[in-house]
């Protein structure tokens, strides 16, 4: 019997696990402001014919904290990687020097800022979701087993805690971020 209780555990904390990590994935995304290259992540290139990664074309940069620099491995591909850039609707304007795509992030308002910290907040609110629902199945898995009333308790109240746990974790994550986001 405390196998299956072990396995709806595991379970249960590989899917809260996954709830954070895909937040943490998601505020990646957000930008703060700061160049990074992972802010091209989601830019696909027709590469002879093919949409492949940006990254899979080009040597991705950042020389300072407001410029991206894209270096394409093949210089007949400085057009494509311009196009797909302003294709991906990213807000940023590319220019071609010739040799490389160069991309200046523009500041951040902080009416711009405001709306990142409330895209972020939206993202941590569906982790959260995403923990409590895991909860919720682990609790139902828990009143199938055939278990007394009392190892149904105590388990139920080891979720509850491992869920606990989890919803600071995305709460900690989301603290860092909206300083990362604020920060000027």
Sequence with gaps: MNEEIDFIMDSTKEAMGGAISHLEKALVNIRAGKASP???NNVFVDYYGSQTPLSQVANINTPDARTISVQPWEKTMLQEIEKAIMVANLGFNPMNNGESVIINVPPLTEERRKDLVKQAKTEAEDAKVSIRNARQDANKEIKKLEISEDL????????????????KKVDEVLTVKEKEIMTV
Excluded: A
């Design 38 to 40: 992972v802010m091209l």
């Design 152 to 167: 149904t308790k105590n388990t139920e109240v080891d979720v509850q805690e491992l869920t606990d746990s989890y919803i």
